[in-house]
């Protein structure tokens, strides 16, 4: 038989069980990016108009994307920098190229 004691240590565990998990699961990486991105979606489209920006790594990934983006939303002036001299070149050139009249 189970005294009324060790009923009560038992909820006390699962009570305990329950606000880890409703912890862990507000800390969680993915429900605070969820939040995060209602919140940015505020924003206007075109953030980047009249800004100067300046994208570190942008021969490729990411910051590629970010310069074609920032292009693509009217910034004022980009500024690119990569360790790949080369690679660095073909998206300097792609920029131009795609969004001709709107970069320098």
């Given at each position: 038989m189970v005294t009324k004691?060790?009923?009560q240590i038992m909820i006390s565990i699962l009570i305990l069980m329950a606000l880890i998990a409703g912890l862990t699961f507000i800390m969680d990486a993915d429900f605070v990016t969820y939040f995060?991105?209602?919140y940015r979606t505020k924003y206007k489209p075109n953030c980047f108009k009249n800004k100067t920006?300046?994208?570190?790594?942008?021969?490729?990934g990411l910051g590629e994307y970010l310069v074609y983006r920032s292009c693509a939303n009217d910034a004022k002036c980009i500024i690119i920098s990569s360790r790949r001299k080369e690679q660095l070149q073909r998206v300097a050139d792609k920029a131009n190229k795609d969004f001709r009249g709107r970069t320098k």
């Open positions: 004691k060790q009923k995060y991105h209602l920006i300046w994208i570190v790594g942008a021969s490729s």
